[in-house]
């Protein structure tokens, strides 16, 4: 938990100086961390979101697929 903490300060830190620069806004250091901090937490919860949705449209779509499949196999091999 704790390792995993560093590293989220880490990294926000380090992406909060690439943003701001890239942004071209001058902020102070703790700014600059607590924006990255901040910008790490946000997109890990998008990027979450958007791979739980994403999973469960792909799982539909799988599954209406596999069910396609089987039932054309059923009428296939009634006949």
Not at 20 to 28: A, G, H, Q, S, W
Not at 47 to 75: D, E, H, K, N, P
């Amino acid at each position: 938990m704790m390792s995993s903490l560093l590293f989220l300060v880490v990294i926000g830190g380090a992406a909060g100086l690439l943003a701001t620069r890239l942004m071209k806004v001058n902020t102070d250091l703790p700014t600059t961390m607590g924006i990255g901090v901040l910008g790490a937490l946000f997109g890990a919860f998008v990027l979450r979101l958007i791979v739980t949705v994403g999973g469960w449209a792909i799982t539909f779509v799988l599954a209406a697929a596999g069910s396609m499949a089987l039932i054309w196999l059923w009428q296939r091999f009634r006949r």
